[in-house]
Structures are given as structure tokens and as C-alpha cells.
């Protein structure tokens, strides 16, 4: 029988694509706690600024107000885009579930249905997000094609609206946000992760709830995915290590490598580049896969030391001067 008591608040960004992801969540945890779960629209200081992510500091930027919600008791739990998560978590509050991922590939949306190798030379192509000018433009200078990485910001209707009035060639987006809000038909290429590899934690989840709250934190980790958890981790460990926000110029993916259906090892990728493409360091490692946080932060921390033994913070410091 359904739970009577008071709605569970779950806190979001008003964003179409939030609210599309916060309602998918709001019934997963209204199926496993048997309560109804209403949405809090919040609105975050990410959302209003119009200026880019990187002047603006990145980090937490569309997750503070968020928090501030959770700590006064004004929400019960909050969903973040994980990617938007500071790599710092705070005592007070704590990440119930990472659920299973969706596809963290970036997308291309271009006129004409173009491919990115088949845009014309001279196309501009907009993104708000160095990690993707520094692969894109890497890519470009490696592979003799002559393309512009144009600044934007805006929701996904803006960015692709600035394709179809004909302003920008191409645009570069999420392919997890567009399947959220219905709208991967309009993808008209997608980057391999050998061209683009993602941000830190693109296309999973954060449900988070404070960390007093023993009976929500069980009833949430239900809908916890293990290896998501494990592999994001890998990844914004890396991150950290590298003290590097989630506006820096950094892609990471942890995979797993499998023999047929048997699991065999998990592969995690970095990158770090200038903007212009000129000077990438891109690495990767291979081993068992982590069966513990404290493993994977580990697999993180590794391959940052190696990344910055090859000049990768030299590289996030040319971008920021």
C-alpha cells in the first residue's frame, strides 16, 4: 500500500533538462520508499550568470544553492549533475546513490546532418567548455581540418537554436542530456571518447541527502549502481588530484575491459590540454577493477601523478593566465 505521509522534497535546477532528469529519479525513489516526491525548483547562481563557466569559477556554481536547500532542511535530497559536483564533498552531506550511467559521449549537432570530419573548412562550432575546444581543436590540427571552437553558453534550445539560424555550424553537447529530454534524434554525429574524452563524472548522477538522515541514505542507495559509483570516482579523483575544477580543460573515463561477458580489467583515460589544442598530455592505465572507494581514488590519484610529470598542470596554468 502507498505511504501517506508527507511528500519526500526532492531539490532541483529548474533547467528543462534537470527537471527531466529530477523527475526520473523522483519515481525510482517514489517506487523503492513507497512515498510521493515532489519537486523544489531551485534556482542556482550557475543558471542566471550569463558569463562563461570559467570566469564565473566552475566549480559548484550550479550545486551551492542546491546544498544550501539540503543543510536548512528545505529539501530532503537533491539531484546534481555529477560532472557539476565539487570534488571536495562536504561532512554534512553525503551521496546516497550514483544510479547507472548514461551514454558519456559528447554529440555533435550540425547543419545539413554533417558529421564533425565532414564540416566544411572554416566552420564554427560552439561549446561552452574548454576540455572540448582543447580535444576538438587537437583533433582538428592533427587530422588537417580547419575548423573556429566558438564560446556559448545557453540551454540546449539556445545552443542548437544558434545552428539552426545558421550562426554556427555545429554545436557540442552532451549525449546523455539530449536522451533525457527526448531529444537524441537530433544528434548528428557522435564523438568517439578517442576524440573527445568526457568530463569527470558526464552522463551519470548524484542523489544527495544530508548525512544524518540514515533512513533516506538506505532507502536511496537502492538505487545505487556499483560500477558507475566506482568508475566516477576513478575519474574525479583524477580530477582532484590535479586540483582541477569542473570548468578545466580535463577529460577522464573509466571503462571497463571485458573478454565476451566476462569483466577482466577497468581502463581509465585523462586528458589535459591547452584550449588551441597546441599541447595535450593525454594518459591512461589499466588494472584490476577497484572493489573499494579507497581503490579507485587510488587508480585516480596514480594516473594524475603521471599526468603532472608530464606537464599537465602547466598546461591548466597557461589556460588560466
Known amino acids: 500500500m502507498t505511504d501517506t505521509r508527507e511528500p519526500l522534497r526532492l531539490g532541483t535546477r529548474r533547467s528543462r533538462l534537470a527537471m527531466a532528469q529530477s523527475g526520473q529519479v523522483a519515481e525510482a525513489v517514489s517506487r523503492v520508499t513507497g512515498r510521493p516526491v515532489e519537486l523544489v525548483e531551485i534556482t542556482t547562481y550557475g543558471d542566471v550568470s550569463r558569463e562563461a563557466l570559467a570566469q564565473i569559477g566552475g566549480t559548484g556554481v550550479f550545486v551551492t544553492a542546491l546544498r544550501d536547500a539540503l543543510l536548512k532542511g528545505e529539501v530532503d535530497f537533491a539531484v546534481h549533475s555529477l560532472k557539476d559536483l ?73 545552443r542548437i537554436g544558434f545552428v539552426r539560424s545558421g550562426e554556427l555550424d555545429a554545436v557540442v553537447l552532451a549525449a546523455a542530456g539530449l536522451n533525457r529530454i527526448g531529444r537524441g534524434g537530433e544528434v548528428t554525429d557522435f564523438l568517439s571518447v578517442d576524440t573527445v574524452l568526457p568530463a569527470p563524472g558526464q552522463g551519470a548522477l548524484a542523489i544527495e541527502c544530508t548525512a544524518g538522515n540514515a533512513d533516506l541514505i538506505a532507502a536511496l542507495a537502492e538505487l545505487d549502481d556499483p560500477f558507475t559509483r566506482i568508475a566516477v570516482t576513478a575519474e574525479r579523483s583524477l580530477l582532484a588530484a590535479l586540483e582541477a575544477g569542473c570548468s578545466a580543460p580535463v577529460g577522464a573515463l573509466a571503462d571497463l575491459v571485458a573478454d565476451g561477458q566476462i569483466v577482466k580489467e577497468m581502463r581509465l583515460r585523462g586528458v589535459v590540454g591547452t584550449t588551441d589544442g597546441t599541447r595535450m598530455v593525454q594518459l591512461s592505465t589499466t588494472g584490476p577493477v577497484p572493489e573499494t572507494h579507497d581503490g579507485a581514488m587510488a587508480l585516480g590519484r596514480e594516473l594524475a601523478a603521471e599526468m603532472l610529470a608530464q606537464g599537465a598542470a602547466g598546461l591548466m596554468g597557461e589556460r588560466a593566465q
Open 86 to 158: 565539487p570534488t571536495t564533498q562536504p561532512d554534512e552531506l553525503v551521496v546516497a546513490a550514483v544510479p547507472v550511467r548514461e551514454d558519456p559521449r559528447d554529440v555533435i549537432v550540425a547543419r545539413d546532418a554533417l558529421k564533425f570530419t565532414d564540416l566544411p573548412p572554416g566552420a564554427r562550432i560552439g561549446t561552452g567548455s574548454p576540455r572540448r575546444m582543447a580535444q576538438l581543436n587537437a583533433y582538428a590540427r592533427s587530422h588537417g581540418l580547419d575548423i573556429t571552437t566558438v564560446p556559448i553558453r545557453g540551454n540546449v534550445d539556445t
